[in-house]
């Protein structure tokens, strides 16, 4: 069965850094694509970022490009996103999402999200 | 960037009707769409990828169509457990958009 469990969220202020982690287990972490999703309270689902099976592809949401990196790691089977300057409007719960292809494509949630507060 | 819409922004609507929501792509991207479902306080679920096809476990109540730049996600015979909101996403071209969301209520 394939889990996902994401982690790392937490209260921090604006302009500091997180560092969200996302465990995966149940497939073969190495031949998929991986996102970050996103949902500000109330709002609606922003994509953030993706990354294809061997990091040679990856894009970003304009609104964290430049600030926002995403990366992965397949002998641990843990997918990242380092979040740099952040700010208020990045308070979000973030999901990590399985792609079914291993380029970026369409994908599904797994996870139950992880929190992130910016605020002073 | 490719920009989503979707139409309407909310419905409500009696147990057993059909519901359609549409969804449209600033420029085509071919069937490169996927439906979401989010109930309340959820994480969202993928109802249909590549435009038309059913994900496993999913109702056959629920049906996608489209192409190019125009898509509709299809609930024939509404049930009270259809009670959610409801994205269409594009993964045609970075960076992926989803729409702005329909919420479907039951009268």
């Known amino acids: 069965e394939v889990q996902v469990v994401e982690s790392g969220g937490g209260l921090e202020q604006p302009g500091r850094s997180l560092r969200l982690s996302c465990e995966v287990s149940g497939f073969n972490f190495e031949d998929y694509g991986m996102h970050w999703v996103r949902q500000a309270p109330g709002k609606g689902l922003e994509w953030v970022s993706g990354?294809?099976?061997?990091?040679?592809?990856?894009g970003y949401a304009d609104s964290v490009k430049g600030r926002f990196t995403i990366s992965r790691d397949n002998a641990r089977n843990f997918l990242y996103l380092q979040m740099n300057s952040l700010r208020p409007e990045d308070t979000a719960v973030y999901y990590c999402?399985?792609?079914?292809?291993?380029?970026?494509?369409?994908?599904?949630?797994r996870g139950q999200g992880t929190l992130v507060t910016v605020s002073s | 960037d490719i920009q989503m819409t979707q139409s309407p922004s909310s419905l409500s609507a009696s147990v057993g009707d059909r519901v359609t929501i549409t969804c449209r792509a600033s420029q085509g991207i071919r069937n490169d769409l996927g439906w979401y479902q989010q109930k309340s306080g959820k994480a969202p679920k993928r109802l249909i990828y590549?435009?038309?096809n059913l994900q496993s476990g999913v109702p056959s109540r629920f049906s996608g169509s489209g192409s190019g730049t125009e898509f509709s996600l299809t609930i024939s015979g509404l049930q009270p457990e259809d009670s959610a909101t409801y994205y269409c996403?594009?993964?045609?071209?970075?960076?992926?958009?989803f729409g702005p969301g329909t919420r479907v209520d039951i009268k």
């Open positions: 990354i294809d099976y061997n990091s040679r592809s990856i």
């Open positions: 999402a399985k792609d079914m292809n291993h380029w970026l494509s369409s994908f599904d949630f």
């Open positions: 590549a435009a038309s």
């Open positions: 996403l594009q993964h045609n071209s970075y960076p992926f958009t």
